[in-house]
C-alpha cells in the first residue's frame, strides 16, 4: 500500500531519515506547531533505508559537491530564517 508520510526534520546540517525503501520525496515545509518536515509518498510494504538530508541557511556555506537534489525552500519566522533543503544523492 501507498501513503504519504510526514518526517520531522531537525535543524542541523545533515540528518539521516529512515524512509521505506525508494520513498519519492514530494515536499519540504515548516508545518506550524510542528516544525520543519518533509513528505513522502512510500510504500508502506518496503523495509526502511537511510537517507541523508542536508540543510543549508541562504548565505551559509555549502559543503558539498552537487549533485544533490533539491526537495524545497523553506521559510520560518515570516521569512527572517529561511532553510534550503537537498537529499544527498
Wanted: with cysteine; aromatic share 12%; hydrophobic share 45%.
Amino acid at each position: 500500500m501507498k501513503a504519504i508520510w510526514k518526517f520531522k526534520l531537525a535543524i542541523t546540517d545533515s540528518q539521516d531519515v529512515m524512509m521505506p525503501l525508494d520513498a519519492e520525496i514530494i515536499s519540504a515545509q515548516n508545518q506550524p506547531g510542528v516544525g520543519l518536515c518533509l513528505w513522502a509518498i512510500c510504500d508502506t510494504s518496503k523495509p526502511t533505508v537511510r537517507r541523508r538530508i542536508d540543510i543549508f541557511g541562504t548565505g551559509n556555506a555549502i559543503e558539498f559537491e552537487f549533485p544533490n537534489r533539491f526537495i524545497g525552500t523553506v521559510q520560518e519566522y515570516g521569512g527572517a530564517l529561511v532553510w534550503h533543503v537537498f537529499e544527498r544523492i
